[in-house]
């Protein structure tokens, strides 16, 4: 099962629309220095017992992301979901430093 990939221009345009919700899937300690801007932290190791959290707005494309391009953490996530029945996930595998390098909004927590 191949996870379709998203750029850096449209994930921008679609979290700005609202039309997304964005699951960083680093651990807390991660999340909480750095993060993009509008996305929720649920770590890789919780995703399959934090289900519900994601669920509440199953009709919105989902996209995870982690680190950066090695970190494959955003691609097992997505395939986690895709095995559960979600529909509309994607990986965002340039992660937090494509996003920053890029000028996208970031926040620490």
Not at 10 to 15: D, V
Not at 76 to 98: C, H, M, P, R, W
């Amino acid at each position: 099962m191949e996870i379709e990939e998203i750029e850096f221009e449209e994930l921008k345009e679609k979290l700005d629309a609202g039309k997304l919700q964005l699951i960083d899937v680093m651990p807390a300690e991660y999340f909480k220095k750095q993060h993009i801007a509008g996305a929720k932290n649920i770590p890789l190791i919780e995703l399959r017992e934090r289900l519900g959290e994601i669920k509440k707005d199953k009709e919105k494309e989902i996209v995870l992301y982690c680190k950066d391009y090695g970190c494959g953490s955003s691609k097992t996530g997505a395939k986690i979901l895709s095995q559960l029945g979600f529909e509309n996930v994607k990986k965002y595998s340039g992660g937090l430093k494509d996003w920053a390098e890029k000028g996208g909004a970031v926040k620490s927590s």
